[in-house]
């Protein structure tokens, strides 16, 4: 069988599908666990935070669409479905897919042999497997981390480190997708979207529903007008 038969293959759905079931079968069992933490805390608003966490996931999910697709085109349907559901971004998945092929000289989609596949098949995975060993070690230790600096500092520094350490990661992973790129485009699409989520937060900031919906439109609006103005300006 050839990389693309086996790859769009029954087998390959039986072996592909059994991590997105286990993720579901998490998914429900955190949930559960959520529902019975919120009560034991007295927390009523249970509805509100489940719409608000669910609305504010859309925006995010519109960026990967075009990234899973191209996924399929190369992986296929059913590695895909499994690759995506990985610790990570599904961007971060193709990247790594080209570097596991490049590693022996072969090129993703195009002249990869069953070597290729090996490499690709195994890479991806264990590329995300730093992901889940500091998750697993980490996480449940995490609170009594926080606990501690609370307690030997002063909390409101601790939580502004906290809050200055997760802008610094994300205006990283701006920087890192603007500075150095070939054209403005990539830096027109950032300050719209940024701007747009502030317009949003100032003229709708007592509409819930429109400002958990903020990041969604601000990556269509940014993305719209970004394309519009490079088909104008070429």
Not at 74 to 79: Q, S, V
Not at 136 to 142: A, E, K, S, V
Not at 198 to 207: E, P, R, S, T
Request: with cysteine; charged share 10%.
């Amino acid at each position: 069988m050839t990389p693309e038969q086996i790859l769009r293959s029954p087998g390959m759905w039986i072996a592909c599908i059994i991590t997105p079931l286990i993720l579901l079968a998490m998914t429900a069992l955190y949930f559960r666990l959520s529902l019975k933490a919120a009560k034991h805390l007295g927390i009523k608003s249970v509805k509100n935070i489940v719409r608000a966490a669910a609305v504010t996931s859309i925006g995010p999910s519109f960026s990967n669409i075009l990234i899973i697709v191209s996924m399929v085109a190369m992986l296929g349907p059913a590695f895909t479905l499994q690759g995506s559901n990985y610790a990570g971004a599904p961007r971060s998945k193709l990247t790594l897919a080209s570097m596991c092929t490049e590693l022996i000289g072969q090129t993703l989609g195009e002249n990869l042999d069953l070597t290729g596949l090996s490499f690709l098949l195994w890479g991806i995975p264990m590329g995300c497997v730093g992901w889940f060993i500091v998750t697993l070690f980490c996480t449940p230790n995490m609170n009594s981390a926080i606990g501690f600096l609370e307690h030997k500092f002063d909390p409101k520094l601790i939580k502004m480190i906290l809050g200055c350490s997760s802008l610094g990661v994300f205006s990283y992973l701006l920087c890192n997708n603007v500075i150095g790129k070939p054209n403005y485009y990539y830096a027109l699409a950032s300050i719209l979207g940024c701007a747009v989520v502030l317009i949003i937060n100032a003229l709708f900031k007592n509409n819930k529903l429109i400002v958990q919906l903020g990041s969604g439109i601000a990556i269509l609006v940014s993305v719209i007008i970004t394309g519009i103005t490079q088909n104008m300006i070429g």
